[in-house]
T-cell receptor, first 114, second 117 residues
Framework: AQTVTQSQPEMSVQEAETVTLSCTYD???????LFWYKQPPSRQMILVIR??????QNATENRFSVNFQKAAKSFSLKISDSQLGDAAMYFC???????????FGTGTLLAVQP | DVKVTQSSRYLVKRTGEKVFLECVQD?????MFWYRQDPGLGLRLIYF???????EKGDIPEGYSVSREKKERFSLILESASTNQTSMYLC????????????????FGDGTRLSIL
């Protein structure tokens, strides 16, 4: 069975600095998708960024980028120029290419210090 | 924008009660999901549905059932609520996708914080 591990329960970053959130996963599949979701204090979960496993190029969305290391089964999220609004719980998630079920990590709570 | 609406933000019920959590989406999505979120455990899938009247068990279906009579509505039912079902419940939906399982993201509701006393 696939698993997703986020080893950092909490992180803190200064405003305008860069922070990297870690995520590793375990799978024997070759076809899958990876996601980072953000859950602000208002609680609605929103998609931050996604990566298809067959793509070698790392996904980027404005200040958010990923470092996808397929061989190492690592999918870290980098937030550049951190803003107060980035404070949230961040979840890494995996989906097999053969199912529409998401498997979530336990989350990383990010605090942004002014 | 996709809107996923959960009927209650907060709900307090008593043990043994039958509890209904309702979820409605407005984007004609085929897939709908129910998760529970607990500190230190992340989100765990309870049930999902990929079509009207179709349902599949997720990772933790025990003590729950679901109903999908209409495409836009997906209900989670706690047949006889127990205190260990106190949790945050999140509903999500996603489209079928251009390829069957695609990379279409799931869209989430605001969540229902359910307390069972």
């Amino acid at each position: 069975a696939q698993t997703v591990t986020q080893s950092q329960p909490e992180m803190s970053v200064q405003e305008a600095e860069t922070v990297t959130l870690s995520c590793t996963y375990d799978t024997s599949e070759s076809d899958y998708y990876l996601f980072w979701y953000k859950q602000p204090p208002s609680r609605q979960m929103i998609l931050v960024i996604r990566q298809e496993a067959y793509k070698q190029q790392n996904a980027t969305e404005n200040r958010f980028s990923v470092n996808f290391q397929k061989a190492a089964k690592s999918f870290s999220l980098k937030i550049s120029d951190s803003q107060l609004g980035d404070a949230a719980m961040y979840f890494c998630a995996y989906r097999s290419g053969a199912t529409n079920k998401l498997i979530f990590g336990t989350g990383t709570l990010l605090a942004v210090q002014p | 924008d996709v809107k996923v609406t959960q009927s209650s933000r907060y709900l307090v019920k008593r043990t043994g009660e039958k509890v209904f959590l309702e979820c409605v989406q407005d984007m004609d999505h085929e897939n709908m999901f129910w998760y529970r979120q607990d500190p230190g455990l992340g989100l765990r899938l309870i049930y999902f549905s990929y079509d009207v009247k179709m349902k599949e068990k997720g990772d933790i279906p025990e003590g729950y059932s679901v109903s999908r009579e209409k495409k836009e509505r997906f209900s989670l039912i706690l047949e006889s609520a127990s205190t260990n079902q106190t949790s945050m419940y999140l509903c999500a939906s996603s489209p079928w996708g251009s390829d069957v399982w695609g990379n279409q993201p799931q869209h989430f509701g605001d969540g229902t914080r359910l307390s069972i006393l």
